[in-house]
């Protein structure tokens, strides 16, 4: 069974982003090309994720960094897959 690569800086991965907030499908392409999802909860309140692969973690930061210009809180970050 050959060992899994160790992640780096530079590795792509699959990454869950999760905010607080409603965030419009149109930004994806801004966002790296993720995949947006809304839900709401009990209290009526949205959480959108995102997810899609990111080339490394530079683009990540990126991602972030645009969430944050958009003032929406950060909820969770998940790699889901670091190949």
Do not use: F, W
Request: charged share 35%; net charge negative; with cysteine.
């Amino acid at each position: 069974m050959p060992q899994k690569e160790r992640l780096t800086l530079g590795t792509p991965a699959i990454y869950r982003i999760e905010i607080e907030g409603d965030l419009d499908e149109s930004l994806s392409e801004r966002l790296g090309g993720m995949c947006i999802t809304k839900r709401k909860r009990e209290d009526r309140t949205t959480v959108t994720t995102l997810k899609g692969r990111l080339r490394d973690q530079a683009e990540l930061t990126g991602v972030l960094n645009s969430l944050y210009e958009l003032h929406l809180p950060l909820l969770s970050v998940e790699i889901l897959d670091d190949e």
